[in-house]
């Protein structure tokens, strides 16, 4: 995946990739070891993703990366991703 960043362009691979997070019309990409704060909403992502089986659009703010998923819980409607994010779930 390409993205903009300090007026370059980055090359990011997909598999670094741990979840996306919607911030307004802005998204941020986490990795494995850095944020990038990408000025395209999260609908984009959800479209280039959406071949790659690995991710899943698990709340209106999160894609996450399904492989990177460490703990879940039920009560709290939360995935941990990496030991490290805390994503939503949809409500049910």
Known sequence: MVI???GNQKVIEILSIIAIEASES???IHTIN???LVSK???HFELLLADNKNF???HK???INMSNITSYSKSKL???IDGRI???LFEI
């Open 4 to 6: 903009p960043d300090n």
């Open 26 to 28: 802005y998204s941020v």
């Open 34 to 36: 850095h944020h990038f």
């Open 41 to 43: 909403n999260l609908k």
């Open 56 to 58: 899943f659009r698990s």
């Open 61 to 63: 703010s999160w894609i």
């Open 78 to 80: 939360e995935l941990s």
């Open 86 to 88: 805390q994503a939503k």
